[in-house]
């Protein structure tokens, strides 16, 4: 006998996937966004330093933070998917030493840094996750008696 009302939350993180009650990616990819542009803004300070460094430093601090949970942010929309390919693109240009006003095609940094782009990425990821899990249940099937 309780009289309170049990509160209701408007998101739930669940395993760092956070979701609402549509089960839509909108939080999930927001908060990729923020956490991989504070993760940008602390790599910020390495402006000088060789590609290869800023690189390194993309692929160990910033990517991993919008690569989490790839099988459900796969399955987000694409105007989301597209908010973290900014991102990656704004850090490819910071690499490069350019800005948006130099003009030079996504596409060409991409290809000089051999990163993939978000949604390529995340698929490959994705896949992954598939044939690890399928095949560990390959396994658990073939050892029953």
């Excluded at 309170?4 to 669940?14: D, E, G, M, V």
């Excluded at 597209?82 to 240009?93: I, Y």
């Amino acid at each position: 006998n309780n009289p309170l009302p049990i509160p209701t939350k408007s998101s739930t993180n669940i395993l760092g996937y956070r979701t609402d009650q549509r089960l839509n990616g909108n939080h999930h990819v927001n908060a990729l966004v923020k956490k991989a542009n504070s993760a940008y803004k602390s790599i910020q300070r390495f402006r000088s330093a060789p590609e290869h460094v800023n690189l390194t430093l993309l692929k160990s601090i910033i990517r991993p933070t919008f690569e989490y949970a790839p099988l459900p942010s796969i399955m987000s929309r694409n105007c989301h998917l597209e908010k973290l390919q900014k991102l990656q693109n704004k850090v490819l240009r910071f690499i490069n030493g350019s800005r948006l006003i130099d003009r030079i095609p996504n596409a060409v940094l991409h290809e000089k840094f051999k990163i993939e782009s978000v949604r390529e990425r995340l698929l490959k990821l994705a896949n992954n996750q598939v044939n690890v899990l399928l095949s560990q249940a390959l396994e658990q099937t073939e050892t029953l008696p």
